[in-house]
C-alpha cells in the first residue's frame, strides 16, 4: 500500500478487498502501525512507541491474527545514536525469512 498521508481516502482496490465491516478497523489499524515510528521522529518516545505497538498487536489479536515472536527482531540499542548495531547478512535474511 503506498503511503499517502495519514486521513487520505484508501485506494479504491484495497478499499474493495476489505470487507465493509472492518474498514474502520482497518483505518484504526493503519494509523496505529504509522503512529509506532511517529511518535519517535523528533525525540525518543519510546514509551509511546511501545504503547502503539501494543494497539497493533491487541487489533490483531481480536481478529485472530497469530503474533509473531518479536523477541527475534530486538537488536540491542548500542551504538548509532540509539538504532542499534548494524545488522549482519544473516541476520537480515533471517529476517526476510520470517516475513
Same mark, same amino acid.
Given at each position: 500500500?503506498?503511503?499517502? $498521508?495519514?486521513?487520505?481516502?484508501?485506494? #479504491? *482496490?484495497?478499499?474493495?478487498? +476489505?470487507? #465493509?465491516?472492518?474498514?474502520?478497523?482497518?483505518?484504526?489499524?493503519? %494509523?496505529?502501525?504509522?503512529?509506532?515510528?511517529?511518535? /519517535?521522529?523528533?525525540?525518543?518516545?519510546?514509551?509511546?512507541?511501545?504503547?502503539?505497538?501494543?494497539?497493533?498487536?491487541?487489533?490483531?489479536?481480536?481478529?485472530? +491474527?497469530?503474533?509473531? =515472536?518479536?523477541?527475534?527482531?530486538?537488536?540491542?540499542? +548500542? $551504538?548509532?545514536? $540509539?538504532?542499534?548495531?548494524?545488522?549482519? *547478512?544473516? %541476520?537480515? %535474511?533471517?529476517?526476510? =525469512? /520470517?516475513?
Amino acid at each position: 500500500m503506498p503511503i499517502t $498521508g495519514q486521513g487520505e481516502p484508501f485506494p #479504491k *482496490d484495497l478499499v474493495e478487498a +476489505i470487507p #465493509k465491516e472492518l474498514l474502520s478497523e482497518f483505518d484504526r489499524l493503519t %494509523q496505529f502501525v504509522f503512529e509506532t515510528s511517529a511518535t /519517535t521522529w523528533y525525540c525518543s518516545n519510546i514509551e509511546d512507541t511501545k504503547n502503539y505497538l501494543l494497539k497493533v498487536l491487541d487489533v490483531a489479536s481480536a481478529h485472530n +491474527i497469530p503474533i509473531p =515472536d518479536l523477541g527475534f527482531y530486538v537488536n540491542p540499542p +548500542i $551504538g548509532h545514536d $540509539g538504532w542499534g548495531a548494524t545488522l549482519t *547478512d544473516e %541476520q537480515l %535474511q533471517q529476517w526476510r =525469512d /520470517t516475513a
